[in-house]
Each structure stands twice: as C-alpha cells, then as structure tokens.
C-alpha cells in the first residue's frame, strides 16, 4: 500500500525552480524597493550659476575670434549684423553639444549634465537620485527655438522699435501701441524671471524659465568627480578689482593740502620741503621764473637814458611777472615803469 503511494506521487522537474524564480522575482522586487527610502539629491546652485557664465563668456570667446576674421572688412559693417552672428553662435553650441546628448562647455567644466525630469516622475522612485534619461528630441528643438531664435527675435524687435521711434508720442497709435506692448511683455518676463529665481534659490531646480517650461533639470554627471573649474585666481582680481575702484573713487574726494598737513610730521626731509613751499606761489602752485631784475642805481644823463631804455627793452624777463600770475604783477610792473620815466624827465629839467 505505502509502494503504490510512493509511485503516484510524481517529482518535480529539474527546472521547475527557475520557473518559480521568474515569477516571484517582480514581487520580491517590488517589496525591496517599497521597503528603500529615496535618496533626497540636491545640486549645488553655486555650480548650476557658474555653468551659465562660463557658456556666456565662452560664446563671448567665440565672438571675438570670429570678429578678428572680418577685421579687414568695412568699419561699421559687422555692427549691423551682430544679432546674426550672436544667433550663429549659440546655434553652433547647441548643435556641437545639447543635440548630440552633450553638455555644453559651462556645463561640462562643472560636472552637470541635463535630465529628462517627466521620466523621473514617471518612474517613480530612484536609487541614487543621478540616473535618468536625457532630453527627448522634442525638448531638444524647442530649447533651439527658445534660446536661439528666442533671443533673436526679441533683439531684432528692439532694435527695429528703436530705429524707427515707436515709442515717441507723435507716432501713430499702432507704433505706440506695439511699443506699449513690447514694454509689457518685458516687463512681465522679467518678474517671471524674478520669480524663478526665488523659487531657483528655495529648491534648487531650473535656472531659468526654458528649463522650468521643458522639465529639463541640471544634475551631476559623475557622482564622484568635482567641478573642474577653480574660483580662487577670479575671487582674487574682482576682490583687487573692487579695492581698487573704491580707491579712485575716493581720492578725488580727499584734500591734498590737509592730507600733507596730515603726513609732515612724519616726513623725514623737513627742510626741503619748507623750500619748495617757499619757491611755490601760494595761488597756482606753480615755480616762478625770475619776477624781478635788480638794476642798481645810476646817475642817468640824457645820453644814458636812451641806453637805459634800450637795455630794459632788450632784457623780457626784467620787469615780468611770473608765468601764472602775469595779470596779477602787470600792473606793479607798470607803476615802476611810469615812476622812472617820471623820475628821469625830472631829472632833465632840473639838468
């Protein structure tokens, strides 16, 4: 009886384990994962700001290299189309770098990459809060749109509105409307922009208003490797830059005569200084030349006095004042003069 048991009883087959496996591994998966808490990720702002400045001053490379090339050409000529050429550029950048899935230089140098953030929410929960897909094709050609042609269009209009003077008072209604328009629309993107920068600085996502539109969020391309940029050399300059800025500014405002007042009793060479002061004019603060020529005093007879008068006349530096006081000196010079021809035709008479 226990033998027939044994024969009805039939064995497992040798791969019945691995069936098993298969269809207990999702469950086991999805209990793993409920049980894991989400690692929270939070990209430095710091490194997110720096990205765009080093893509500006970059493009800014670009420019003036490119500039040298029709350096040659007609002046003025280039300045016409600046627009085209700042549109031209950013197209190379986004081509050579965000089309192919590649950072762009800024973005590079500080270990940054974009990410798809609707696939994110979509799936759910994440492990080490860096992986993600990149940007779609469709998130691609409108970040394009919208910072290539985007800030054409908008340059363009500006300078078209300018040209023409829409916003003068004796245009039409339609240019001052179009210009009341363009001034809103300004105005109303930078308090969005204002506003995304709050919410940039609370939580740390999107830059700008492009990025918010098209859930494209900057993250870390390589969890273990720092930024390859280092600020130190740059904080140095501006802090001297700064410094030095401060100091043309204020010593314009400083008096230079109280500011000597100030430093002579800690001047070493007293005596020279005190000879300077006395060969200065006390107006203009200039040397003078020789104010005076002493002549000494003779018996002038009526030959003498035509040699007399000669001599004076030959000699310009006798009687003349300094070189920046001449109006003041004139006059003394003048009195001298009509005293010794007065002197002289008394003394003829008297002769």
């Known amino acids: 009886m226990s033998g027939s048991s044994n024969s009805n009883v039939r064995l497992p087959a040798e791969d019945a384990w691995l069936h098993t496996y298969k269809s207990l591994l999702p469950q086991w998966k999805s209990i793993s994962y409920s049980h894991q808490s989400i690692i929270p990720i939070s990209i430095s702002r710091v490194n997110q700001f720096d990205a765009g400045r080093l893509d500006i001053e970059m493009s ?5 290299q490119l500039v040298k090339v029709f350096s040659l050409m007609k002046p003025g000529m280039l300045f016409q189309y600046e627009a085209e050429l700042d549109a031209f550029l950013e197209f190379l950048i986004w081509r050579f770098s965000i089309w ?5 230089p800024g973005i590079a140098l500080m270990n940054l990459r974009y990410r798809d953030e609707r696939a994110m929410e979509a799936r759910g929960k994440v ?5 993600g897909p990149g940007l779609t094709v469709a998130q691609k050609l409108w970040y394009c749109v919208a910072t290539v042609g985007g800030q054409y269009i908008w340059a363009r209009l500006q300078s078209f509105s300018a040209f023409r003077r829409w916003g003068d008072s004796e245009q039409r209604s339609v240019a001052r409307g179009a210009w009341i ?4 629309i300004e105005g109303l993107y930078k308090a969005a922009s204002f506003g995304n920068l709050l919410l940039f600085l609370y939580t740390g996502r999107y830059r700008n208003l492009i990025e918010r539109a098209l859930r494209a969020r900057l993250v870390y391309g390589s969890p ?11 904080n140095r300059q501006l802090v001297w830059n700064e410094f030095s800025e401060m100091l043309l500014l204020l010593l314009p405002l400083l008096n230079s005569s109280s ?3 100030l430093f002579s009793p800690f001047s070493k060479d007293k005596s ?4 300077e002061d006395d060969l200065t004019c006390p107006i203009c603060q200039a040397s003078p030349t020789v104010p005076f020529l002493a002549l000494p005093y003779t018996v002038i007879t009526a030959l003498g ?5 000669s001599q004076l006349s030959d000699v310009p530096n006798a009687m003349s004042p300094w070189s920046q006081c001449s109006g003041m000196l004139a006059s003394q010079s003048n009195d001298s003069l009509q005293w010794r021809s007065k002197a002289l035709n008394k003394y003829k008479g008297t002769k």
Do not use: C, H, W
Request: proline share 2%; aromatic share 4%.
């Open 60 to 64: 800014a490379m670009l420019k003036e």
């Open 259 to 261: 500011m000597k007042k």
């Open 100 to 104: 192919v899935d590649k950072p762009t």
């Open 181 to 184: 328009l363009i001034q809103r």
């Open 272 to 275: 020279s200084s005190s000879k």
């Open 127 to 131: 492990r080490t809060g860096l992986e």
């Open 305 to 309: 006095r035509g040699v007399l008068l």
């Open 224 to 234: 273990n490797m720092n930024r390859a940029v280092s600020f130190e050399y740059m």
